[in-house]
């Protein structure tokens, strides 16, 4: 699939994302989606994640006999962010995984990598990417656990601390929001509702657009006030994973919830998955670093050491497969994740300047068109 050309490839995810939302599917996201991904490459990326499922292993395919995990598949450099456990303590960790799937475990280290490389282009691919990449999943496999902040990794605390200034910002989104002319499907308000600490509690729903992999699946918020306070939970579609969808790859079952529970983490308590749609709590404190204001930050080797060993504890929480892991890890060489990670980095850089291309061409006819 490689060798089908982005424009392509789009139009055929499109197609089978209508198909699989029933018609539901936000054709004002897809436009959004569409002009992210001639941002740049880092973006292109992030919104893009069925293209690297069903390229990725024609890319870089000496990774394809690597040991399987369930692996979060759609990790970059802003899926970590911070939420609170059931005992109220502050964690940090892989946040989103609406993508997860069996594969290859070195999937999600390459495409960590990658995005370090799209998200920061001045950083040395070996010392400033691959090797606290590699350092921190070690770390990981040998003693896996959630990284709670309450009491250890003070530097991480005091980078996801939350300002006053983006508490508020936080705060004007959530009012800014407006009920939509066409109320969600019932099912959206059920589990809205069924997500607030009270029933009774008089919500307004609001349609909302974030992200960028996720763009044209509907998105629906549920706002309220309780105790003194405001209340608020998200609802979003979520189809079978990209990866699956490749012919050979297994059964196409959503499993989202088994891995966001997965032994050694701490999980969001208002996190769940109701059919085909997952539920979360939306607050300041559920927070995480973006790339386009802070690169340096996301890209210091203290950050990709965290994230490689919260990969690794991912990893390990449905099944132990620590052994064969490091077995696989023993047995390659040096430089195997750099050089993956320039050859995957320039595949994705080839298909965002092919994407950009078409896309000006586009805009500038709808502007000259009478």
Not at 123 to 133: F, G, K, L, S, T
Request: a positive charge.
């Amino acid at each position: 699939m490689a060798n089908m050309t982005i424009v392509d490839s789009t139009k055929a995810y499109e197609r089978r994302l209508r198909t699989q939302l029933d018609g539901e599917i936000v054709v004002e996201d897809l436009r959004r989606k569409h002009e992210k991904m001639a941002e740049a490459p880092f973006a292109f990326l992030r919104a893009t994640y069925w293209r690297w499922a069903e390229t990725i292993l024609q890319v870089c395919p000496s990774l394809a006999g690597a040991p399987p995990v369930l692996a979060v598949g759609d990790i970059h450099l802003e899926n970590f962010g911070t939420w609170r456990d059931i005992e109220g303590r502050l964690v940090w960790g892989a946040n989103d995984f609406d993508e997860a799937a069996e594969m290859p475990y070195v999937i999600d280290l390459l495409r960590l990598g990658v995005s370090a490389a799209l998200g920061y282009p001045d950083a040395d691919p070996e010392v400033h990417i691959c090797a606290p990449i590699l350092k921190g999943y070690a770390r990981g496999l040998a003693d896996p656990h959630a990284i709670v902040l309450d009491q250890d990794y003070a530097w991480l605390r005091k980078r996801t601390v939350v300002s006053n200034k983006e508490r508020r910002e936080f705060w004007e989104k959530i009012e800014a929001l407006t009920p939509p002319k066409t109320p969600p499907p019932k099912r959206y308000i059920e589990v809205l509702r069924k997500a607030l600490p009270d029933p009774k509690i008089k919500m307004l729903v609001s349609r909302r657009a974030a992200g960028a992999g996720s763009l044209g699946r509907p998105r629906w918020v549920g706002a309220g006030e309780w105790n003194g306070g405001r209340v608020v939970r998200e609802a979003k579609a979520i189809v079978p994973p990209a990866w699956t969808l490749v012919g050979g790859r297994g059964a196409k079952a959503i499993r989202c919830y088994e891995i966001a529970t997965g032994r050694y983490r701490a999980p969001d308590p208002w996190y769940s998955v109701s059919g085909d749609i997952v539920v979360r709590r939306l607050s300041p404190n559920n927070r995480k670093i973006e790339a386009d204001k802070q690169p340096s930050e996301l890209t210091s080797a203290k950050m990709l050491r965290a994230m490689g060993r919260d990969l690794a504890a991912i990893h390990l929480g449905i099944a132990d497969r620590r052994a064969a892991i490091e077995n696989d890890l023993g047995k390659r060489k040096r430089n195997w994740l750099v050089a993956a990670v320039e050859r995957a980095a320039e595949f994705v850089r080839r298909d965002h300047g092919e994407w950009k291309r078409g896309y000006k061409k586009q805009k500038k006819a709808r502007e000259i068109a009478p």
